[in-house]
T-cell receptor
Framework: GDSVTQMEGPVTLSEEAFLTINCTYT??????LFWYVQYPGEGLQLLLK?????DKGSNKGFEATYRKETTSFHLEKGSVQVSDSAVYFC??????????FGKGTKLSVKP | DVKVTQSSRYLVKRTGEKVFLECVQD?????MFWYRQDPGLGLRLIYF???????EKGDIPEGYSVSREKKERFSLILESASTNQTSMYLC???????????FGPGTRLTVL
């Protein structure tokens, strides 16, 4: 069945460090791919998305590229800030029209 | 901006009580979803709906039911709450299938 696997956390980085959170998916065809972010005490917010192969989604300094050959959508940011501390979820369009979510990766950024 | 609201941020109920969680979206979206979020398990889909009076089971529907009498409102019902239903419940909506979903702030339910 459809599934999304993302790297286990928690991830702890110093401010201005480079961030990568890995995400791979298993799905029929070429689903749309998403990264969501959840700040403490809040619901999920869409961070970025890509709808077809080789698309790059970007927002707030975060980027992810849809790689169909490796079925991956890794999240990257060149220089993280304390305010980026949150839980990040990778998601893919499922066969029922819903979204399939990874388990989430908690990021803590220290000053 | 799309707004998805949930009736309560925090809720405490007793075992055996009937619990209603309400969700309302204001953007005329076709699809609505209920998830529960638990540490280490991520988001798991309980039920979803593509249209008024339509409902589809997700991955973990046992112990839950839903109601969608109006397009903007999607209710999650726990017929007889149990302690293992203590969780964060998230509602979402989307304009079409396979599209991005917009989430409410969540309801943290504790069943004692």
């Amino acid at each position: 069945g459809d599934s999304v696997t993302q790297m286990e956390g928690p991830v702890t980085l110093s401010e201005e460090a480079f961030l990568t959170i890995n995400c791979t998916y298993t799905a029929t065809g070429y689903p749309s791919l998403f990264w969501y972010v959840q700040y403490p005490g809040e619901g999920l917010q869409l961070l970025l998305k890509a709808t077809k192969a080789d698309d790059k989604g970007s927002n707030k300094g975060f980027e992810a590229t849809y790689r169909k050959e490796t079925t991956s959508f890794h999240l990257e940011k060149g220089s993280v800030q304390v305010s980026d501390s949150a839980v990040y979820f990778c998601a893919a369009g499922g066969s029922q029209g819903n979204l399939i979510f990874g388990k989430g990766t908690k990021l803590s950024v220290k000053p | 901006d799309v707004k998805v609201t949930q009736s309560s941020r925090y809720l405490v109920k007793r075992t055996g009580e009937k619990v209603f969680l309400e969700c309302v979206q204001d953007m005329d979206h076709e699809n609505m979803f209920w998830y529960r979020q638990d540490p280490g398990l991520g988001l798991r889909l309980i039920y979803f709906s593509y249209d008024v009076k339509m409902k589809e089971k997700g991955d973990i529907p046992e112990g839950y039911s839903v109601s969608r009498e109006k397009k903007e409102r999607f209710s999650l019902i726990l017929e007889s709450a149990s302690t293992n239903q203590t969780s964060m419940y998230l509602c979402a909506s989307s304009p079409t299938s396979y599209n991005e979903q917009f989430f409410g702030p969540g309801t943290r339910l504790t069943v004692l």
